[in-house]
Structure formats: C-alpha cells, structure tokens
C-alpha cells in the first residue's frame, strides 16, 4: 500500500464512502510495509545495492544463472558471491567479470569509485578472503586498492608501504594463523581498520577461532572485527565507512 | 634525532668533518622513531587523544590519581575507565565528572561535539557497558544520544524510536544473553553499526561468548563486531567512523 | 504375558494345580512388560505413532524399503526420515509422497488433520528443517502452515504476516546463524515457541552451537528449545503441544 | 496513540482542520504500538501476567521492596525471582510468601489452578531450580505437583509413582550431573516433558552444560529443553502448554 | 643381559678376570630392561596376551595380513581390529572368523573362556562399538553375552531381562547420544560397569563428548569410564575385572 | 509389599475373598519395588554400603551432625565426603576419625579388610583427591596401601617401589596437570588400574580436563577413568574390582 | 636502495647536485628495508636458510616444481614440505630425495653437518611428524639421530637407550593420544626437549590438543612446545638451540 | 645404595661372604635410583639448580620459611616462586631479595653470570610474568636484560632497541591479549625465541588461551611456547638454550 493508497483511503473517508469504523479497521490492518513506507522508502535506497547480491553456494548452477539473469534485466548490474568457473561459463555474458581466487563474478560496476579502501593480507592462503573483500567494496561503489602477503613475520615490508597506509580512508586487514597484522597496522595508523581473520591455518588455529580472538583482544583500540573469512562482510563494512568520508 | 639532526649529519658530511664511512654508519644505527618522523609525528596527531585515557584497573589508587593529575597539568583533560568512586573521591577535582555505572571519570570534555553516535542498549544490565561505549566517543568529540532497554522481547519499544536511529551516523548496539538487537537493528539501517557482546547472562551466555558468536553471525551484513563488554572500544571506533562524516 | 496368562496363573493357584511357591516365584519373575499392561497399553496408543517413522540414514536402501513395506501391511501408514530420492524410486509407492528439500517420504497421510502448527523459517538455507517440522506434525495429525524466509534482517516482512502468527496453537521458529529469529517472534505472541537451531553458517556458528545457545538464552521466557537441525524433534513437540488444544 | 486519536485525526480531515499532507504524515510517524493496538492489545493480556515479575539479584533490596509494592498496588500480586530472605524481611507484606530453597517471593496467588504440571526433580541439589520452576507455573495459575529426588541411580522410586506420571498434564524434569532422567520420564509418558538441566555437578559437568547436551541428545522425540537452572523458564513454558489443554 | 650374564659377571670378577672398577662399570651401563627381569617376565605374562592384536587403521593392507601370518605362525591366534572385509579375503585363512559390524578378525578363540562379561547397548547404531568390546573380551578369555538395543526410551526392555545382569560378573554399557543408560544399568547392579561413549548422534553429540561427560557426572558411584567409541579398552578392561574373579 | 502380603493376596483369591477382576487389579498396580522384591532385596546388600555415606557439601552442618548421628544409630557406622574440621568439632564422636586433607570423618571402620588396593598419587596437591580414594575403599572393606609423590618428573621414585606395584590387586593413580602418571603405571603392571585426573595445574590444565583427556586417551589399553577430583568413586570402583577377586 | 644508493646520494649532495631540503626527502622516505641494511642483511643471512624451504600444501603440483626448479638454480639446494610423490616424479631431480612418510623432498644436503637433535617419537604413527622434524633439522645442517616407538605404555624401551640420550644436545619428542613421553624423557635429562604433539588418537584426544595441553603442563620445567603436527616448527626450533653449542 | 655399596656387595661375594644366590638377589632388587647412579649423578648436577627452587602457592607460611632455611643451611641459597611480603617478612633474612611483582624470594644469588637472556614484555600488566622469568633465569646462573612495555600498538618503541635485540643469545617474549608480540619480534631476529601467553585481557582472551594459541600458530617458523603465566618454565627453558652457548 503506497501513499496513493493511503490518500484514496484518506478520501474516501471524508467523502462518506467510507465509515469511520471502516476506516480505522484498514488503518489497522495494514500491513507492516505499507505503512511504514518512510523508512521502507528510504530503506530501499540501500537495499538497492544489496539485492544485487547472490550467494552462490547453497544454489544449483541454473538457479545462479536464473537469477542473476533476471537481475540483469532490472538493473544492469550483479555480484556473484562464492560461485565456480562453472557458473561462469554457463552464464556466457562477456560483459560479467571471474574472480578465480575469490569465487565472485561481478557484472555492472559503476564507473565512479569513490574514497579509498586499502585491503591488506598476511599470506597467500589469506588472498581469497581478501579479494572477496576487495571485489565487494569495489563492487558497491568504493575505490580500492591491495597490499597482499605482508605479514608479521616479515613486518619490513609492510613499513616500506606506509604511504599507501596513509592514503586509505578505511583499512581491511586480512589474516589467518595467529592473525597478529591488524593490531600492527592498527598501531601503525589511526583510520578505522576492519580486521577479517581467516580459517588459514592448523591445529591450534582452531579453524580461525584463534585469529578471530586474538583480533578481538587486540591491545589497539577501536578495531572493527567481522566473522571467519568473511570477506564479504568486510567489503560491505568498509564502503559504508568510506562513504561516510563522501557525504 | 629530528630533522636538523639528519641536516647537521649532512652538512658535516658536506664539509668533510665526517667521512663517507662514518656518514653512513650513523645513518644505519638511527633509531626508528627518529627516522621515521613523518609517521610519527602525524601519528602523534591522533596518539594525542589516547594517552589521556587511563586504565585503572589493575592500578592503586594512587598511581590512578597521580597519573590523572599529571595529565590534567600537561593537556587539561584525562578519561579514566574502570575506576571506582573511590578514586573519584581520592582525585577531589571538581571538573571531572564520575559514572557510577561505567565506572569513568571524565574531565575537559570537549565544548564541540560533531557528527552523532547513538548507543542503543537492550537490557538494564546492560547499560553500564553502553555509557562506557558513550562517555568514550564523547569525551573523544562526538555528539552521542541514548536509547536504553529496548531489546528484542519488546522490539516495538525500538520502532517507535526510528526517528533516532535515523538522524545517527553511527549506531553502537550493546546485547548479552542472546545478542539479537543488533540484527536487527542493522536490519532497519543503513549506517555502520557496532556491536557490543556483554557477559549478561548465565548457563549457555557462556560470558558472553554466545552474544559475541550471534554478532559475528548476523544475517545483516557489514556489522563491527568488538570483544565482549568493551564498551570503551566501540566508542572509539564508532567516533573514528563518526569523524569520517566531518572531514 | 498378557491378562490371559496371570487369570490362567491365579486359576491355576486357586484350583490346587500351582503351589503357593510356585505361584510366588512365576509373579517375581514375570517380565515387566508382561505385568505392567496398563501402563504398556496406554503406552502403545501413543508408541502407535512414533514406529511408524523410519530413520533412514544408517540403513541401507533395501532394508528401508523393506521395514516400509512392512509397515504399510500392518497400518498402512509409514513416515521416513533423511531419505533420497533413490529410496523413493525403489519403493516405487505412488501412495508415498517424497519430499526433496527434507528427505522425507509420507505415505497415509491422515484425513483429518487437527489445531494449528505454524513453522517459521528465517532463511532459504533453513527450509530442510522447517519442512522436516512441518512434515512430521503434519504426518502425526496436526494442520500445518508455513512462513518461510522471514529472517531478522528483514524483520517487516514478519510483521506483515502478524495474523498467521496469531492463528496458530504453536509456532515453530527454525533459525541458523546468530538464531535471533524466535526471540523476536516470542516477543510477537504468546504462543508455545518450539525454537530450532539449524547448523546453517559458517565460522563462529559452530556447527549450530551459536544459534543454539542464543535460543537458549532468549530474553524471551518460556521457549522451547531441541537439538541442532532436529525438525523432526520440533514437529513431535508441537504436534503433542497442539494436541493438548483438543482434548 | 490509541483508536480515539486516530478517529480524531480522521474527523480533524474529514471537517478540513486537517490537510491531506499533514495527515499523511502524521500518519506516517505514528508510533509503532500505537498504530499496532490489535496485536497490542491482544499482547497485553499475556504480558499482564508477566510485569508482575520482579527478577530480584541485579537490584539493590530498596528497589526491589519498591517496585514490588508499586506492584501490589496496581493489581495485588507479584512474584519476586533470585530474592534473599532480607529483602522478604524488609518487604514486611504477610500476604507475600517466601520461599527459601528457591529465593521466591509471591504475593496474590490466584484462588483457581488450572489442569496440572508436576515437577520431577533427579536429586536434593536440584530442589532450589524444581521449586523455581513449580512456583512460577503456580503463581501463573497452574495446579502443580512435585515429585522430589528420583535420579536414575534409583529408578524404581520413580516406578512406583507412575500414577502420578500418568495425571500430569505437562511434566518438568530437573537434573543436573548427567541429565539422564528427562530422557527416562520421557520414555516412560507421551505428555510433553520439559527438561531443566542445572549447574549441579563438578568436573565434567561443566556447569551443566553435559546435563544439558545429554538433555538435547535425549533418544526420546519431542523434549522440549530450557536454558541451565533456568527453573522460571521451564514453569511458564509449562504453564502455557497447560493451558492450552484448558481452552 | 640375562641372569647367566650376570652370574658370568660376578664369576669373573670373583676369580680376577674383572676388575673392581670394570665391574662396577659393567652393572652402571646394564640395560634396564635386562637387569629388571623379574618384573620383565612377569610383565611378559600379560603382555603375552597384547602382542597378538593388529590395530589395522593406519597400516596396508599387505602389512596387516604380513603380520597376521607371522603372528600366526609364532602363537596360532591373532585379533585384527578395526579391519576391513578386504583384508579378509586377503588373509584367506578359514581359521580366522571375520565381524562385519566391528571390523574385527578373530583367529585362534580359546575353547575355554571363564567368568562372564556382558554387552548392553543402547542403540543399534552402537553394536559396531559393543561388539567390539565384546569380541575383544572374548578373544583375552573371557565368556561373554550380549544385550542390544535396549536404551533408556524403551527402558521396560532392559528391566525384563534383568536375570542377565544379575548373573554377569562384569557389565560393559554402551552409548551414544544422551549416554544415560550407564547410569541406568548402573542403579540396578552391584556389579563393576564398564560406560563407553560412543560418537553416535548430532549436534549436542559433540562427536561423543557429551555421552562421555554424562557418563562421568552418573549420579550412579563407582563406574568405569573408557574414550569415546573405544570398544577395544572396554573388552580389555572388563576381561582384566573378570579375571579377577577366577583367581 | 513384600513376599507376605502377595501371599496373602493369592491365598485370599484363592479362598474367594477376592475375585479375579479384583486381584488382576492389585497385581497391575503393585508398586514396582515391591513386585521386584528379589532385585530390591538383592540390591539391599549392596546398598547397604552406601547410605552409610553422607555427602556434606551441600548440607549444614547441624544437618551432616544429625544424619551421622542416625546412622549411628542404625548401623555404628558412617562415612562422610568433603566435610570441616567444624563438622567433626561438633559431631565430637571419638570413635570418628577426621581426615583433614580430604575432609573425611569414618566410624565404624571393618575389622577385617580384604585384598589390596593401592592409592598412588603424582604430586603433594593431589593428596586430598588420593586420600578420599582411600578411605572410601577401606571403608567399605578393602585393605589399602598408598604411594605418594611419584610423579613422572622423577620417574625413578615409582619404579623403586614397584614390589609395591606388584602386591596390589587393583591400583588407583592421581594425577593432575599433564595425567601422565596412570599411563606409565599401566605400562608396568597387569593389575586394573583406575585413574583419577585432578583438576591440579592452571593454564591449559583446564581445571583438569586436559589430565582427564590425557588418561582417556592413554597407550595402555584398558584403563578405567572417572570424573575430575572424584576420589570417592574411584575408591567405590576400585573396591568393587577388588571383592571380585575375594569371592 | 642498498649502500651504494645512499653512499650515491650523500656524494650527489656533498658536490651539490642534491639540495638539503631533496637530500631530507629523499631519507624519509627511503623505503624500511632499504635503510635498514644492517638488519636486513644480518638478517638475510638467516633468511637464507627459510627461503628455501617450499610449503608445498596449497600450491599446484607445476607451481611447486617451478619454484623448487628457480631455487636450484640460485642456490643449489631446496627443502619441499607436505608433498606428495607425484611431485617428486613431476620434478623428475635424481639429486632430490624423498620421504614418503612425511612428505619432504630435500635437495643439497650439506656435507657437515653439527651438534646433535635426537628426534624421539612415542607410536608408529607419530612417525610422519618425527621424520618431518629430523628432515628439517638434518636441512637445516645439524646432525640428528632417531628412536621411535617408544612409548609410555613400554617405558623400559626407552630407558635401554639412556645413552643414546646423553649424547643429544637437543631432544625432540614427538607424541600423540595422551602426550605423555615428554615429560618422562623431560625426567631423564637435562638437555632442552622441545615437544611436539600430533593429531594422532580419536575421541578425546581432540584433534592433538589433549597431547599439546598435556605437554604444556609437564611437571616437568623447561620444556619447549610447538604447535600440534609441527614437525617442521620443532626441527627449526631444535637447529636453533643446537647451533648454539656450536658457536 | 650409592657405589661403595655395591662395590662392598662384589668383595663380599668375592670373598665368599655372599652366595651367587644372594648376590644375584640383592642386584635384582636393588632400587632403581641406586643402580641407576651414572645418571642419577648426572641428573644430580642439574637437579642440583632445582631443588632450590619452593614453590609457595600450596603451602602455609610456616611450612615455606622452614623449607628455605633447611635449603639455606644446606647450600646457601634458594629461589621462593609465588610468595607473598608476608612470607618474606616472616623469613627475615636480609641475604634474600623480594621482588614484589612476581613474588619471587630470591637468596644466593651466583655471582658470575653467562651469556644473555633478553626478557620482552608487550604491557605493563605482563610484567609479574616478565619478572618470574627473569629472575628465574638470573637465579639459575644466566646474565639477564629486560625490555618492558613494548607491545605491537606501539611496535615503533620495540624497533628503536633493535640493538638489544641483536645482543641477546635467548629472547622471552611475554604477551597477553592477542599475543602478537612473538610472531614480530620472531621475524625480526635468528635468535630462539620463547614465547610466554599471559592470563591478561578479558572476554575472548579466554583466560590466556587466545594468547598462547596465537603463539602457536605463529607465522615464523621455530618459537617455543610454555604454558600460560608460566614465567618460571619460560625462564629455565631460556636459560637451558642460553648454557648450550657457553660449553
């Protein structure tokens, strides 16, 4: 029910083909929606970009391509989270993008990128979470760069790159085993840091549990921690924060 | 060494009172911070506001005391965490303002507040975490708002507050026991929220890990997850992400 | 030993054919089955319902086909458990009905179904447990309804349908990640809840365990909750819960 | 904003005091539970019984003695949770009852109980929880029963009382240590049971978290399970399945 | 270094071939095992009866029938545990008696078999565990017999054969899931009982974590309780208790 | 009912007192202790042993005084757990012995104790745990030896004293921290060894978890383990094993 | 940037083809590694041991070959972890050697090698793990030495090759289920033991983490721990230590 | 029985005071310790260092001052761990040195010192820890430095005292919270490292476990790791590895 249903109603009532206590019944009866068109309005400006989105995983590969088919159509534009090369082929459209580390297939990216998200990883294990991360921010709108394989364990060649550190406006830091990167880039500025710890790792790495926590406990403060190889997530997070910087 | 240290060196070098050898020497042994002066002093920038906060936990009282004064002597304002009212009565300085709940002294609260952090608690046990989160992103410079004890078990409580939710840029979310509230309040939103796990709870809250696991687990995506009861973190993070809106 | 056999017994005693010690000894050893035929009986009544259901996953596809088959000579009426549809094809009953997403197989369904069970899933993930739910009480004799993908994210959508939830005798809410989903409807009705945790997510939902100990620990009081993925336990629980309406 | 100020605004519209802009948007942002007065209300008449519930340990004695008697003086009765027997004495209201193993205070217990719940307890340590349990399904307006200290370890203790088993409407079970008696009750009734684990046991009991999983992993179908020592939990679910046999 | 060696020791240096100092040597360096041979022979009493069992998991299937063979030939029987059909009919020895459910091989059973050792289990899915347990007993000697499927929501099963468990010397229970029927078992007997979890179940199962602490918490004193699905050391430790009993 | 009164009943059909309806019915509703009377009356022997023990911990000590004082009464002995020194003040019985590393206090200790059971414990902090294992098997009849002391750090201690080991029929080991102890007993003896882990150590000693795990998951095959800190089942078993071998 | 670069621009800026203010530039921003040459060279000199080791787990069968091919042309040796023999045919270098049972592949070997690692394991499958520690040692260039299977449950093997003990400089224990051997060999010597536990056992052995928590609450003191399956961690380790006695 | 012992049991046999018969004998039973001497004197020498040390924690005051005296008067020296002001005014020694932070007693204290153990602590609350290490490897004969409060939030503070890290031959590294500190100062040096996981942090620090999971799954190959808060461990360890430079 939109305004105009509201209005009609409104009208009809002060036109007597509508009596009070028929009024008040449709009025209560609305459905949640209807009603609350100002925040569903407003609501759907953001839920624009997430829509877009398809989670590949729990899906049959027609279904995939079904749906982002039809998306296609709406709206010019997809993002295929978690998907195979499989997926890529069937869909045969020159116009969609492969990411093979990550898994995602991006189709319509905006022209303008805007701000600045700096993705950094500690190893290689760590890239696919944190090209979803990259390709995600990117994809809503945000421009973005990288900064792969530079962990702790060899933490020069993560000071040679301080300049970059200072450009972004936000920073994903990715990491799995002891997941030790984002407290030293924390320290090391103070844009917000989105630290995403990945399942990287073996025995006592607990699946990322241990990179998980060890994030949380970090001795820098005000650090923003998203679920195990959740790139996604990460990539989500981050261009809201960046956008910020836009408004 | 600042930089009229490395122009004295070169200049030396110039004139010959310091050979080639020795020049280089010199410039190999130089400790990193001296080196590294433009980091540091940008960094000092943003440093400047976080060793005026002191943790008094695990320190006497009058060590607490002591360092607030000298603090107060250097820049006219100091945030201690975890205090006690004991400490607010040993500290006798009636500029600083104490929080019995959070357990904060705060003192030289900035006059202008910018941008606006609303912390959104769900139950009344809850709440001294959320005034920690809030007096933080406060005392930092950002204008902060409140909305206590609307959790999931009255959510209409929440919707007739979504003016509120919508006038924030930033929205701290603080939950035990199940961690619901900040689905879905990321849910009604579009701004970055920040989720607040707290030890409320007993039998399977497991001290909160299981608000903390339901956080990280959220189907909204893009949520800043932060350690269990850390209030003081999330108000920094959220008056990073805040400040990001004011540049 | 049944009714006949201890009237056979005490006429045996009482015409001189069986001593006093005999008698006595015959009585201690009786099984316990045999003796307690009041409780046993009244327990066959509800027992009736429950050998009818075949758990299929550790059997082979012959034995389960077989076990059905017997079943359906003795009552015509049979319900199987995570089947595949390969078991449904060697069955080759067109009086079965397979129902994919759950791996169930119906047959006999009860004419007259009675009270009302709503099942509620939050995701599209969930929907083999939901319907594994929705199928078991529907097979044990209640009206079913179901509302699927109504997750917390998108927490309108719910409330658009408020009037189904006020219609049910009990609601089952199914709900994987951060399991926030029955809180928020426990707070919507003040009907029987039957919470079920699905082992949906990855990372930090530990296998289920997240969305289990959030249920368990809702801010809601008075929900029940079973096992990880169990929908058939739910299903058993409403249906006895919705029975209760009708007696 | 109840049925009258929406007929108001109506009739402020209909007779032109209103224009249809400002309706619309007056519309627009009415509070959630105004608009909601049918679900409210209809939520009301459950929620009626559970205002009345003071949860006493988080509350300094003054509070709680104030906010019961606010109470009392609204609709004579309340019921106090995890109370002290100080906060009893300084209560001084001799229409109030207290009970000591469990730390309950109820006050206006209704004349008429309603069809029957019996709390199971497996051992003496248990008591404090099983009290919990059957004083808030009474004070709710359920009959109950107990049957105290017939853990698995003497089985036959619970044997002899079957009759008593077979009255019960619902059944609550309380055990800590292994937890194994729900899933003995539960095979021995087809009343739906609800399982209480407790922190009682040391080692791996782990705080009850084993008495608990064992409860979840029970053999017997359709158990409902409630959070560790969470007796008032396990009373109101008990109590609205009881009631549902009364409608 | 037997006792001739050291008879020869003392010889030499009683009659001058050996030094003082060289002696003293000699003894220092002794292999322990040699010089400990009481307890060594004693000890291979026992270990006589070990050797002869082949853990087949973690070995080819060439090297398991190798060392069958050659055991076969050095004592005439031998136990392979936790084999495969495969490697039964690459033994190819009519001797030997293959167990499908536990994978064991059987070669050389004792004619007379003492005491009495019986196996209960709780559900079908864990007669591969208890038979198992019960083979292994067998081959060390012991009689044994066996009670399936009698878990604890059929409990009216076990009680009708309660003349079993009370002519058993020894009583190995196994379960998965809840794990209650030790404690069951162990209420009705006076008898030693050995509890083995096994990792049947989902969810709360926790791979057979939570039968095993359930079985640890029994409110039943004095059981003995093995690793998770470790059939083996309860045949092992139930044949060790029995044996006692025929000393 | 005992014997007596089903005799009566018989005799009371017989002689027409009694119709078949109604002696079929008496029989039906027999308590199920009293039909069972050869299991009971069996049972009674050994029970007769254990409720002689009165746990302490959860009583008051008039409570613990007046059950001991009745037990006294009854039978001139008793046993009671985890006691103080200020239950044995106000007992103020001489013919009871208080333990104070244990908090045990005995009466009526048996004159004659039979076959051998030794208590062998790693570190001094284990004591309490290895002196209730020993009192509890002496004072249920087993004549007990102990070895205190011999933990793995200095493995020699054990290993001179292994006549000790050899003259035991069963052998109870404590041990915390990393529960090494029973394994290396086990490798040196063919006796049942019954293994108790302590929840000594901190760290990842986890409350002694990780000495349980260690002990369920020893090289020796066939070793019993019990709950954390329980030395009083550990004696109860292990006296249990040890009658076998008297019988 | 090495020496020559900084040497280059002191003489452009001592002749005057650099400005001060260019000269000052030009070293703040000089990138970590290139001004930190002291360390990074000191460093490379261990470096040059690391890098060429290939982890060769989550790279392609051609990517490892070809790295393993660059590596042998710069430095005429490499060390491949977790391969699998189809690797070592692919790579097709009969100076290469391979380790079935732990997968490495060493090439270049050097000709002496120093001190002494004795890599000790407890049971035949903790062998993969021991190998990989003394193939990463022997790389590394210490000379080492083995002895397997010597477990606890057979702790006289291990005391008949005390000498062999002695004579290490560094001991490696490798151990799986119960963790035990470390703290006994910890017992016997007072050489460093750097401990190593496997993921070998099943039930609660969880995967290693019993043995690794066992070994970190040795009551032995002193004992170096790495993470679970770490065979190569612990071969590093051990070089480290044993080059010291070397220098 | 030391070698004079034996030495009088061989001229006994020789000169025909002892039978082959009894000779035999009394070698077979000799006690372990004293046949064993070759490495009990051996041991001796290192065991010589940790007798000294007392552990406080599980002892009263009275018992820790006699032991120290006793150690005093026999060697003159001792080490208290864990000790309170109280026990160190009660021992009233001024020889002896109390260090408040870890509550160690240190007396006799080696005058020459070798080598250098550098101990590195990440924040002001790891410092007991730091302390307990320290002076345990002081104590034990090893010249020992300190670097405190330099944790990764501030990493620039660790890189300004590189040169300290270069001068050490062992370096403790002591960090709670996320335990990162190892992993970079590990990739800064070719030292070994020995990590220490402190208890401090809250939330998901899990008391410690996040800290030394971390430091297991460190990214540089090579670090060993004790227990958490384990101090004293870390300190022998360090000061074993420091020795193997100085023979």
Redesign the interface.
Known sequence: MD?KT??AL??D??EGRLS?EK??QL???L??????????D??R??RGT?PEVIYAR?KRKEEVVAIARAMYEKCRRFLITRATEDIYQELGMKEAKYYPASGMIACGERQRKKGSVLVIS????DIPVAEEAEVAASFLGSSTGRLYDV???????L??R??AL?KA?VIIVVAG????LP??V???T???V?AV?T?V??????????????????????????????G??A???A????M??S?
């Open positions: 305004t509201v209005q409104l009208n009532f002060k009070m009024a008040l009025l209560k009866n459905p949640f929606e209807d009603l609350e068109f100002a925040k569903v407003h609501h400006g953001f997430i729990s500690a190893g290689t294990s962990g702790v364990a060899g933490i020069h060649r000071f040679s301080r300049e200072q406006r085993m002891e997941g030790a407290s030293v924390g320290g090391l103070d844009r917000p989105v710890p399942s790792g073996y025995g006592t790495s607990l699946g990322g549990l241990t990179a998980l926590f060890s994030m949380l406990n970090s001795c820098v403060p005000g650090m923003a921690v998203v679920n195990i190889d959740n996604f997530g990539g989500c997070l261009h809201k924060i960046n910020m910087g408004r």
